[in-house]
């Protein structure tokens, strides 16, 4: 980056992964506690002869809280055996209510909630138990504990600590982890757990009837791998990797040793050898191709954001540069076909948009004009995005590229022009005159 005094400023940057994890030996004491040893006996006698799968999550979109609960449904449809017999205890804490897309998907949850029970269910019995809130700590401990198995769905997560939770509160039962492939716990956590494609109910329908008919020795063997996992990664351990890797980063940041040592800084770009080179090309009735970026070097950031066009200053110049029978003039954008149109379409110079999905000639070309030599056609074609370009085209690029590489010694230039005033750039364009 540019300093404010002219001045050049250079950094590395390093990228890592960092899994955070959790405190398991906090869940281990709560569940030493009187409060929660007595409600973990409250819910041992309600459920008593029932299996319980457990799911704990926000009521978001990502969660996949409605797969489960099909998944659930599905369980009941193809083992019926399980009705009367399992039951799905689904703590769905409350996230933005105020939004309606938020507000669609608990209606739409409760809906299948009802459809469950009205199928499944039957006095005294309830398949899905649906809950509407968060609990607090002690509430949650205890139902970690009873539970024998937690099912996340999540359709897409950052990581989903709910499963760590759930292996530290297992030690006793050992039960098991039904786990989403696309929840980053996964990673971490495969081999241990029954992993599931949240989108397949029937696969994660079959994944908690193996939960609930898992031999004791496998779940012991899973729940092994699970529990030394989440003890060798806790969150005392992602915090001091993280502060070391930090601290190893700044002392292996220097320039002068390591991959960077060779990278030199980046030159001031050299104005009268460019203008000397523009004008050396034109003595030689060569062809020139000038490359600009549109945000940036044409418009800059803050006007680019209000969508204010390139001020007219620019695009006078940028017609001065087109008028040369020498110059092509190309402008290249990431932004839509549209804006780029409106705002230079009609300039007679390339235009480049959606990074390089629309590509449209100067108007004429294509007939023929704008530097003659027939033909030369560059189409998008809708659903195959094939590019045709015929050969005139090909050939002529390649020419101007050799001229100007041989007019400017090799050396290609990048000039920000929405960094200066008008009047420097004037005086700029004017030495291309």
């Known amino acids: 980056g540019g300093g404010g005094g002219g001045g050049t400023t250079r950094h590395s940057v390093r990228v890592d992964a960092f899994p955070i994890g959790i405190d398991p030996d906090r869940f281990r004491r709560a569940l030493d506690a009187a409060e929660v040893k007595g409600r973990v006996l409250e819910l041992q006698r309600q459920y008593a002869g029932v299996s319980v799968l457990l799911g704990v999550d926000r009521v978001d979109y990502i969660k996949g809280i409605p797969h489960k609960l099909l998944a659930m ?5 193809t083992h019926p055996q399980y009705v009367g017999r399992v039951v799905l205890l689904q703590i769905a804490v409350p996230t933005r209510t105020d939004v309606p897309e938020y507000q669609k998907l608990r209606a739409a949850a409760h809906e299948l909630v009802g459809r469950i029970n009205g199928r499944f269910g039957s006095p005294g ?3 899905v138990q649906y809950l509407d809130k968060s609990v607090d700590f002690a509430e949650l401990a205890a139902l970690y504990h009873t539970s024998a198995a ?3 769905s999540s359709l897409r997560d950052g990581m989903n600590l709910v499963a760590y939770e759930y292996v530290a509160c ?3 039962a050992k039960g098991v982890l039904v ?7 996964a990673q971490a956590l495969g081999a241990g757990a029954l992993l599931v494609n949240p989108y397949n109910v029937a696969e994660v329908a079959r994944a908690i009837d193996e939960s609930l008919n898992m ?3 496998e779940r012991e063997e899973r729940f092994e ?5 989440i003890h060798g990664h806790t969150a005392q351990e992602w915090a001091e990797q993280y502060v070391g890797s930090l601290r190893h980063a700044r002392q292996t940041s220097s320039y002068d040793a390591g991959p960077f040592s060779e990278l030199s800084l980046a030159a001031t770009l050299p104005v009268q050898q460019v203008v000397a080179s523009y004008k050396a090309c034109e003595r030689s009735a060569g062809q020139r191709l000038l490359i600009f970026g549109l945000l940036g070097t044409l418009i800059d950031y803050e006007s680019f954001a209000s969508l204010q066009p390139p001020p007219q200053w620019v695009r006078r110049n940028l017609a001065a540069l087109a008028a040369s029978p020498h110059n092509t003039l190309v402008v290249l954008s990431g932004r839509e076909r549209a804006l780029l149109n409106e705002w230079l379409g009609d300039l007679p110079i390339w235009l480049v948009a959606e990074n390089g999905l629309w590509i449209r000639p100067p108007p ?11 033909e030369r056609c560059v189409r998008v074609k809708a659903g195959g995005l094939a590019l045709e370009r015929r050969a005139a085209y090909l050939d002529a690029v390649d020419s101007w590229r050799a001229q100007v590489a041989e007019a400017s010694g090799g050396r290609v230039g990048y000039l920000h022009m929405a960094d200066m005033e008008e009047s420097g750039y004037e005086d700029f364009a004017r030495g291309f005159a």
């Open 170 to 172: 297992q030690q006793a």
């Open 225 to 229: 791998y699970l529990d030394k996992h």
């Open 73 to 77: 449904e599905t369980l009941l449809e």
């Open 364 to 374: 004429g070309w294509e007939s023929g004009g704008g530097g003659g030599g027939g």
């Open 215 to 217: 031999p004791a020795s």
């Open 150 to 152: 937690c099912v996340v």
């Open 125 to 127: 019995y309830a398949p």
């Open 179 to 185: 786990l989403s492939e696309f929840a980053g716990a």
